[in-house]
């Protein structure tokens, strides 16, 4: 019985037709005569009923169906009883009165109901994902992802990309996290690696000519893992030659509003807000800040230098800065949550942290009488504090004090609820700083990757030392706080690239080895060229408004990189490992 029609399919204009339904039983409701079942498929589900009165023997067959047997069912359409009708469903006005079953397969007990969005527990979700995966929100999540990308392809071919695939068994790099390795049976000794991105390929084919790349990619990182990660992740990877800064921005927008329109039916505004990376520093104490709320930072060290409280007096004197943010309705907040607050600040870098509650006119603080009413009420007044607010303060160095704010404005705001729903609020951040010192390995890093170009007007700084101040043409495109991708326009003269990696502490022979064949290209007429990488697992986290990034992945990792369906990572055979030179360690 090859089915006529998906379980979504049928309406009014199908009463009388004769039909043939396959999918899994989603329910069953047993009326002490009429039997009911939810039958379901990928499209949808439809009402099928057993009339014990038309057929005796067919409503005893069926008595033995339960949740998720496979069956297929002949019958006619007939529309439902008035008073029964399911608006819930887009069938909800027919059921198909069943003349013929046929079981096509059975189910063991389930160690959880699918045919409900309960919480069950993670483990047992990825033990069983492929019963996880029949769950209505997880199929929905997987659906939107298919769409997605049907839309992304559509609308980068309008855009004359080329879809182009680049080497997933690749050249170990540097490119900030630890690679995958897989040993070569062929070069005993050697590795591939697997990619990290498509970086140094993609900007092979800006030197080979074909201007507009894109590959919807997978990319791999052995790194610690958190619940917007995995050690695979696919990402949309961009790269045009002959661009600037706004052609890449215009793209991207134009992009996420059509995805936005043809699947969430929302309008998202374009062009979406920029702001220097300094400016989102100082105004929120973070690289990606969220701008559905606003508690911005506030210097107010001037105010604060008025006051006798010694702490100020401290930091000011060491250079340091008083900065200040006011939380909406915090001054509910009871002392239990206001000490796990400063605790948090101290775990977060910060040496303490100063919190004032504004009560009719008045102010309530452990070091209120410190701080003295002029201070407190033109704290009050700068900050535009109202009845009710909570004011924070941090005194240390400007970058400690922005970063613990930055922090404590992100939990006030899910503490206090002030995160509106379904809204999203994107922003490119730019001119992040070209290089990070690290004072632990007393060396320059890439604070993106080694291959973005510097700002035309900082490039003075390369050559008298002052590598702090160079800022890159490097961007973020962020969205509700998280980082949805990034992109930069990229080095294309050799010289230029060579004295990078010289900054960055490599060697000839590092070079060499590691970023000859780059190199090498760029001598034969490399274009200026730049690009982006979206993380399309983050983007369908969001759009799905889900818990984790493994709720839109289909075969996902734990957290400790496991597969509880498969058992990956597992040991193999010592005979492979012969094969491949390797030996196991004890």
Request: charged fraction near 25%.
């Amino acid at each position: 019985m090859k089915r006529t029609h998906t379980c979504e399919q049928l309406r009014r204009q199908d009463i009388g037709s004769t039909v043939i339904l396959n999918g899994w039983v989603h329910s069953r409701r047993d009326h002490g005569g009429l039997l009911f079942i939810d039958l379901r498929d990928r499209a949808g589900i439809t009402q099928v009923v057993f009339n014990p009165e038309l057929n005796k023997l067919l409503h005893e067959a069926a008595q033995a169906l339960r949740n998720e047997f496979v069956i297929a069912a002949r019958g006619t359409v007939q529309q439902r009883p008035s008073g029964t009708e399911n608006p819930k469903l887009s069938t909800g006005e027919i059921e198909v009165i069943v003349s013929e079953l046929e079981v096509l397969n059975t189910s063991k007990p389930l160690p959880f109901e699918v045919n409900e969005d309960t919480d069950v527990n993670e483990e047992a979700r990825l033990t069983y994902r492929y019963l996880d995966l029949r769950r209505a929100h997880m199929r929905r999540n997987l659906v939107l992802r298919s769409q997605v990308y049907n839309i992304i392809r559509s609308f980068m071919e309008r855009e004359q990309f080329l879809e182009l695939e680049t080497p997933i068994l690749t050249k170990s790099t540097p490119e900030g996290a630890r690679d995958y390795l897989v040993p070569s049976r062929v070069h005993p000794g050697n590795f591939f690696a697997l990619p990290q991105s498509p970086q140094l390929f993609k900007q092979l084919l800006m030197v080979a000519g074909f201007e507009k790349y894109y590959q919807i990619a997978r990319c791999f990182r052995d790194e610690d893992l958190r619940k917007d990660r995995q050690p695979e992740f696919t990402q949309l990877d961009i790269e045009m030659s002959f661009v600037d800064e706004e052609e890449i921005f215009s793209l991207i927008e134009r992009l996420l509003r059509e995805i936005f329109l043809h699947t969430l039916s929302i309008d998202i505004p374009v062009p979406f807000a920029r702001m220097p990376h300094a400016e989102a520093m100082s105004r929120y104490g973070s690289d990606k800040p969220d701008l559905r709320y606003g508690m911005e930072i506030h210097d107010v060290s001037a105010a604060a230098a008025q006051c006798p409280f010694q702490v100020f007096k401290n930091t000011l004197a060491n250079q340091g800065k008083v900065l200040a943010i006011r939380a909406p309705g915090g001054g509910e907040l009871s002392l239990k949550e206001l000490d796990d607050l400063t605790q948090a600040a101290i775990g977060w870098g910060a040496k303490g942290l100063v919190w004032v509650k504004v009560l009719d006119g008045d102010f309530q603080s452990p070091v209120k009488k410190h701080l003295g009413q002029e201070l407190l009420s033109r704290l009050s007044a700068d900050l535009q504090a109202v009845n009710g607010d909570l004011l924070l303060l941090v005194a240390d160095a400007p970058k400690t004090a922005a970063q613990v704010l930055g922090q404590l404005r992100v939990n006030l705001a899910e503490r206090l609820r002030l995160i509106p729903e379904h809204v999203f609020r994107f922003l490119w951040v730019t001119e992040f700083p070209l290089f990070q010192y690290s004072a632990e390995e007393k060396r320059w890093n890439s604070e993106h990757h080694p291959f973005t170009a510097p700002v035309e007007a900082d490039r003075p700084f390369l050559d008298n030392g002052d590598f702090g101040r160079v800022r890159s043409r490097a961007y973020d495109l962020v969205v509700n706080g998280t980082e949805l991708g990034s992109g930069s326009i990229r080095i294309h003269r050799q010289d230029l690239q060579e004295k990078i990696f010289n900054i960055l502490g490599l060697t000839e022979e590092e070079i060499k080895i590691k970023f000859g064949f780059l190199l090498e290209a760029f001598q034969y007429g490399a274009p200026p060229h730049g690009g982006i990488a979206p993380g399309l697992d983050r983007l369908l986290t969001l759009m799905t408004n889900s818990a984790s990034i493994r709720d839109v992945v289909a075969f996902p990792k734990t957290q400790k990189a496991l597969c509880p369906l498969t058992g990956a990572p597992s040991a193999v055979a010592p005979e492979q490992l012969r094969e491949l030179r390797l030996r196991m360690q004890e």
